[in-house]
């Protein structure tokens, strides 16, 4: 049942400017209107900000830290440091407290999320990150694999096209940031519907939420999901499941995963995680 509910700006207002988790499909547009990139940068504290970018899922990570230290500095950014960080060991350096004691923000790159977890899983500079995002004393973003890693469970890999199968997915454990959700990034751009499906049969308490190119998923402390950008967020709720054969069937075996709801919003859409229902604004329906 929707739950209609009046929003306290519209989707082409002026962005909020707290603290927030922002979820990004990859792809944001580094160039002309950079909504998401500003949007970050606001909620960072805007010409008050001290951001880190963490590009440690990049094989060239100087090559994409500056590329984004660029982006923030014309913006107009207070203070921008690289985590240049390409093994766990540095991943404990005191240069990376310090910083974060002071900061504002803290941008995820894209790359590997396999590579991304591998670097920063249950080290200093992630437990204190994780730790000030969820507390709201930071906006954390990340963007393709950045995205991914968020949930306490990470899509890996796997493939697209097919009909859903356990053999399409690889799920490992990411890094906890948002818990309950389960991100797959480049989404209809790259046709990953089954791939989600197939990922959510397994972990059916999670809410499963696909993030297309130049789309993000912003999510707030009282757990509403806000949409903003080009594309659509697509939520694959499985809370009332009548039917899942994930556990009976072979790895290549088509899967029937019966009763999901599924939820698709663009620009200015909001989902609370917590109830599981769409928060339409009035002045989106007419009425």
């Not at 921008?80 to 974060?100: G, K």
């Not at 707030?220 to 009332?240: A, F």
């Not at 698709?264 to 609370?272: E, M, Q």
Request: proline share 4%; charged share 20%; glycine share 12%.
């Amino acid at each position: 049942m929707l739950k209609f509910q009046s929003q306290p700006q519209s989707p082409h207002a002026p962005r909020s400017t707290k603290t927030s988790i922002m979820i990004i499909g990859g792809a944001e547009d580094k160039i002309h209107g950079r909504e998401i990139l500003q949007t970050f940068f606001n909620r960072s504290g805007g010409k008050e900000a001290k951001l880190g970018i963490i590009p440690s899922a990049s094989r060239e990570p100087l090559l994409v830290g500056d590329r984004y230290r660029t982006i923030f500095t014309d913006m107009g950014a207070k203070d921008i440091m690289v985590f240049d960080i390409r093994d766990r060991e540095s991943a404990s350096a005191s240069q990376w407290q310090t910083f974060l004691e002071e900061c504002t923000g803290v941008f995820m790159t894209g790359g590997d999320q396999l590579r991304l977890c591998g670097l920063l899983a249950d080290t200093p500079v992630m437990e204190t990150v994780r730790k000030k995002a969820q507390a709201g004393q930071i906006t954390l973003a990340g963007t393709s694999a950045g995205a991914a890693v968020m949930g306490e469970y990470m899509i890996a890999g796997g493939g697209s096209g097919e009909s859903p199968n356990r053999s399409l997915v690889d799920v490992t454990t990411g890094l906890a940031i948002v818990p309950e959700l389960l991100v797959d990034q480049h989404f209809h751009n790259r046709n990953r519907m089954a791939r989600l499906i197939s990922a959510i049969s397994a972990y059916s308490d999670r809410i499963g939420i696909g993030i297309d190119e130049d789309t993000c998923a912003i999510v707030e402390g009282d757990g509403l999901l806000s949409v903003i950008g080009k594309g659509t967020v697509t939520i694959v709720d499985p809370g009332n499941l009548l039917f899942n054969n994930e556990h009976i069937v072979g790895a290549t075996d088509p899967l029937s995963i019966c009763n999901l709801k599924v939820h698709i919003l663009c620009h200015g859409g909001h989902y609370n995680m917590h109830s599981r229902e769409i928060i339409i604004d009035p002045g989106q329906t007419g009425n």
